[in-house]
């Protein structure tokens, strides 16, 4: 039997939308008897791109994360729907019965990532299938999968022990979008952001970037130190939120400069002047 899943690397996907692209290829217009309605031809997209600009200019940076239905294990969806509409198949792939869904708009509340859309024309709650029709036809991956042009996006077996999503998955370097959710979900991330601080080193006297100034962040859980580079920045990337840091910097022969910086945000320091 398989269990399948799909791992997103956050930190690989470049925001090409070729994924939400090809779900409406697929999906819009076209039905799928026993699978699912078609999608409507506008607005109602099972997989989203959710775009994340962060920090402050010049220090700007965006993430995307694509966001869509992570077939749980223990879905709020089958549990909360009382009428057998909501089924989770032996493979994992969790399903909306077209047929019985019918009418039943209280279905789009039952999960808490709101990954389930309402389609006013069918009167019907729909949501991604993994691609179930192709599955079954011997297709190897859904169409978002396979049209992804960066590797974000990997779907594989997890009862099979060789496969790669098997690997990513026991690397423990993926997780659910939530955690708290606890549903068992079957789409991991990887890489999504938290929060950073920088900024820019300068040495006052000359008017010149202080590569090479030592920058050590302390905070509740210890210490990191890096180094400003050949452009007098430095970064610390994937802070927890709302934790309040000392940032210290430090160059020979010119006086240790101490900040505060608090992750409510991206932080960007600004240019930090050094002076003798
Ligand atoms: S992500 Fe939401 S819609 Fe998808 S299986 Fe989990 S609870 Fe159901
Ligand atoms: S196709 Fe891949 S790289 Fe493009 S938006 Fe989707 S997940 Fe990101």
């Given at each position: 039997m398989s269990r399948y899943a799909i791992a997103i690397d956050v930190n690989k996907?470049?925001?090409?939308y070729n994924c939400f692209l090809t779900c409406r290829d697929e999906f819009a217009g076209n039905n799928y008897p026993g699978y699912s309605a078609p999608q409507p031809m506008?607005?109602?997209?099972?997989i989203t791109i959710k775009e994340i600009e962060r920090g402050s200019f010049p220090h700007v940076k965006v993430n995307y994360v694509p966001l869509t239905?992570?077939?749980?294990?223990?879905a709020n969806c089958v549990k909360l729907d009382?009428?057998?509409?909501v089924y989770r198949r032996p493979d994992g792939i969790v399903m909306i019965d077209p047929e019985k869904a019918?009418?039943?708009?209280?279905?789009?509340?039952?999960c808490p990532y709101r990954r389930i859309e309402w389609n006013e024309e069918l009167q019907l709650p729909q949501k991604c299938t993994m691609c179930a029709h192709l599955l079954d036809k011997?297709?190897?991956?859904p169409r978002c999968v396979e049209t992804?042009?960066?590797?974000a996006l990997v779907f594989g077996?997890?009862?099979?022990?060789?496969s790669e999503i098997s690997k990513l998955y026991a690397s423990g370097n993926y997780a659910p979008l939530?955690?708290?959710?606890?549903?068992?979900?079957?789409?991991l991330y990887k890489d999504v952001p938290k929060k950073f601080v920088a900024g820019t080193v300068i040495y006052s006297d000359i008017d010149e970037v202080a590569s090479g100034a030592k920058v050590t962040l302390t905070g509740p859980d210890g210490e990191m130190t890096t180094v400003a580079n050949g452009f007098g920045d430095f970064e610390f990337e994937g802070l927890p939120d709302n934790v309040t840091y000392t940032v210290q910097i430090e160059a020979p022969g010119y006086q240790k400069v101490t900040l505060t910086a608090k992750t409510s945000k991206d932080v960007y320091l600004g240019e930090i002047m050094l002076f003798k």
């Open positions: 996907c470049v925001g090409c506008s607005g109602g997209n099972w239905c992570s077939h749980c294990d223990s009382q009428t057998g509409a019918k009418g039943n708009k209280a279905i789009v509340n039952t011997g297709e190897r991956e992804c042009p960066s590797g077996d997890l009862d099979d022990p060789e939530n955690p708290d959710y606890d549903m068992g979900e079957k789409v």
